[in-house]
């Protein structure tokens, strides 16, 4: 049996190709990004930020489920990952799973206690649509 050896790709190539990927999206080239993210994550499948650029990207696209996949499995990697409890938060709040769409934003918040995180602050304001009193810290 051949043995099959692992790629790895240096952080600084691997954060300008992200960057790359994230300005590819916010230029409308979708596709781009989301190849070539799915390509880095390929080659580094344990790096939590590429699952959360990932899953905007598919979110942008309105692959919901691909997106949410993606947010699960950045927090998998990384509980603390904000964005990817924001994100995950507002697709569940947009299935009515409520309960679950509420543990993540509360998470984000608990996260940033200084409100000085911008999804932290998103979630904050998707919480207040998740509860019908508006209410929470």
């Known amino acids: 049996m051949q043995k099959v050896e692992t790629v790895r790709v240096p952080v600084e190539?691997?954060?300008a190709l992200a960057t790359l990927a994230r300005q590819s999206a916010e230029q409308g080239r979708l596709d781009d990004a989301r190849v070539l993210l799915e390509g880095l994550g390929l080659l580094e499948p344990q790096v939590a930020f590429l699952h959360t650029s990932l899953g905007c990207v598919y979110?942008?696209?309105?692959?919901?489920?691909?997106a949410l996949v993606e947010f699960d499995e950045a927090l998998r990697l990384?509980?603390?990952?904000?964005?990817?409890h924001t994100y995950a938060g507002e697709l569940r709040l947009e299935r009515s799973?409520?309960?679950?769409?509420?543990?993540?934003?509360?998470?984000?918040i608990a996260l940033d206690p200084d409100g000085r995180d911008a999804f932290a602050?998103?979630?904050?304001?998707?919480?207040?649509r998740a509860t019908p009193q508006g209410g929470g810290s």
Request: charged residues 35%; negative net charge.
């Open 59 to 66: 979110l942008r696209m309105g692959k919901d489920q691909d």
């Open 121 to 128: 602050n998103r979630a904050r304001t998707l919480r207040l």
């Open 13 to 15: 190539e691997m954060l």
């Open 97 to 108: 799973e409520s309960q679950a769409a509420l543990a993540h934003l509360e998470q984000a």
């Open 78 to 84: 990384d509980p603390r990952d904000v964005a990817a």
